[in-house]
């Protein structure tokens, strides 16, 4: 097996091609390579040099931060295990792989190995992201109907967020959305990725293109939530989209996005709440959702209240049938005041 210092070298004989990859904002200029930050953001801080003797060592000069490539994909790819840089490195170098070692019995939930703190490697991936207004990530939620999407803070994307196939080991690396799971104190406990086609073209070409990691159990992707304050009337629901869609009529109600049934119905309640909206999909484990969270919910005081969408999910509302339509359906289902606070017109 290839020691980091043998890997660093090899990376460093190819270390415009690494740049390309990794580095995709940049430019070449002369015998370095030129871009903003180790984020892959566009600009001239940060510098690599491409040839002689310092050959794949990089500096930023805005902070001071440097290294070597390995440090780079490290950091560009929000790894925290070396093991996983390693794995990364030999992938780009098509270098042999040492036989793949056993996933994570339990990812959605944040169960890992004592040695890899998931929740420390979920709030790196999500600091590597960068706005979302004008990516690809931003494009394809507008191509859903979500028009806003980039004025939510837990929502960024990253150029090149490292995906790993859980049945054979492959690996890939592909744009994505990256979604902040925080808890009631804002903490990013964990993300949400959604690996999408470079080419616009919808999601990534791979067999599970969304994927958490972290800690959900009681956390979820939080839109439109003031931090630690009381939160008198929400939503929550499952899906990603099917919140943000809600989000694009709703603009004024905090949401959650969950995830999953299973950790919708755990979902801690912020303080200060009297009703909840929930929606969930409808099938069984949907259905469990409702009825579990409307439980838990009458037991501390809180409202729960069904809203349903006309066709099979409130993003298939949105786009087949407009945010208009969509408004007027949402009107029928929320209780008066609530209505007259949050929908428009």
């Keep these: 097996m290839q020691s980091a210092s043998d890997l660093a070298r090899r990376l460093a004989e190819h270390a415009e091609a690494v740049c390309r990859q990794y580095l995709s904002a940049g430019v070449r200029a002369g015998n370095y390579w030129i871009v903003g930050d180790i984020a892959n953001s566009k600009g001239r801080s940060l510098y690599v040099h491409l040839t002689g003797p310092r050959a794949g060592k990089w500096t930023d000069a805005a902070t001071g931060r440097h290294g070597d490539l390995l440090d780079l994909v490290r950091a560009t790819c929000g790894f ?3 093991r996983d840089v390693a794995h990364e490195a030999r992938r780009f170098l098509s270098l042999p792989q040492p036989e793949p070692q056993p996933a994570p019995q339990n990812e959605a939930t944040g169960t890992w190995p004592d040695n890899c703190s998931t929740a420390e490697r979920a709030r790196r991936l999500f600091a590597m992201g960068r706005p979302l207004l004008g990516t690809v990530a931003d494009a394809y939620l507008r191509q859903r109907g979500i028009l806003r999407a980039s004025a ?4 960024r994307f990253h ?13 890939s690396v592909f744009p994505a959305l990256i979604a902040a799971v925080t808890d009631g104190a804002g903490t ?3 993300v949400h990725r959604t690996w999408l086609d470079p080419a616009g073209g919808g ?3 791979v067999a599970d293109p969304r994927r958490s990691l972290g800690g959900l159990l009681g956390n979820a992707v939080r839109f439109r939530f003031p931090v630690g304050g009381p939160v008198r009337v929400l939503a929550g629901g499952e899906g990603l989209e099917t919140m943000l ?3 694009h009529v ?36 949907g259905r469990h959702a409702i009825e579990g969270l409307s439980r838990r919910a009458q037991a501390v005081g809180i409202l729960p209240l ?5 066709l099979g999910d409130f993003n298939e509302d949105l786009r087949q049938l407009g945010p208009d339509r969509l408004t007027e359906r949402l009107r029928e289902q929320l209780v008066p005041d609530d209505a007259m606070a949050f929908l428009p017109g």
């Excluded at 009297?274 to 999909?281: F, G, K, M, Q, S």
């Excluded at 069904?306 to 006309?310: A, F, L, N, R």
């Design 80 to 82: 925290v295990d070396f």
């Design 250 to 285: 709703l603009p004024g109600m905090p949401m959650v996005a969950a995830l999953t049934a299973n950790h919708l119905v755990a979902f801690r309640f912020p303080p200060g709440a009297v009703r909840l909206y929930i929606t969930a999909d409808a099938d069984a484990a």
């Design 306 to 310: 069904v809203i349903e969408p006309e």
């Design 188 to 190: 990013i406990t964990g």
């Design 203 to 205: 999601k990534a070409p």
């Design 245 to 247: 869609s809600l989000s």
């Design 159 to 171: 150029t090149s967020c490292y995906h790993r196939d859980l049945a054979s080991g492959g690996t």
């Design 152 to 155: 939510h803070a837990a929502l």
